[in-house]
């Protein structure tokens, strides 16, 4: 699917658990599983489980501040049970210029080494 058209993406399937994943975090709202290509010893993707036009970080709306709220306290849970809470970095990257490669809004968490800064 090209960017931002809305189309169902492969976090789909992870959410309905029809392609597996290393789920480290679940509630009713929110999942976080490990990235399939890690970039950091701990890298954990935070995805909310109802897109609701969250293809990106830049289609949200007032009515998703709340959602927005439990995926970032979501990162910080992810992060102190990985062991990573003295050093880690939450991403999102918005769109094509920033890489975006899937189409369901996620939060990045990375960690367990050295981060540096800037990112590039
Ligand atoms: P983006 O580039 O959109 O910010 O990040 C998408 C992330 O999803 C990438 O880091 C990529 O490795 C990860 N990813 C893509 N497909 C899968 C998959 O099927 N399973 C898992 N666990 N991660 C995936």
Redesign the pocket.
């Known amino acids: 699917a090209s960017a931002e058209s809305g189309a169902p993406t ?1 976090f789909d399937k ?1 959410i309905s658990k029809e ?1 597996p ?1 290393s789920i480290v975090y679940e509630d009713e709202k929110v999942l976080a ?5 890690p970039q950091a010893p701990v890298h954990i ?1 935070v995805i909310p489980k109802l897109r609701d036009g969250l293809t990106t970080l830049g289609k949200a709306e007032a009515r998703h501040a709340e959602v927005l709220g439990q995926l970032l306290y979501a990162a910080k849970i992810v992060a102190e049970k990985e062991g990573i809470g003295d050093g880690f970095r939450v991403v999102i ?1 918005n769109g094509p210029g920033a ?4 189409y369901h809004l ?1 939060l ?1 968490v990375l960690g367990g080494r050295q981060m540096k800064w800037p990112p590039g």
């Open positions: 492969i992870i392609i994943s599983f490990r990235d399939i290509n993707l990257n890489c975006q490669s899937v996620h990045h």
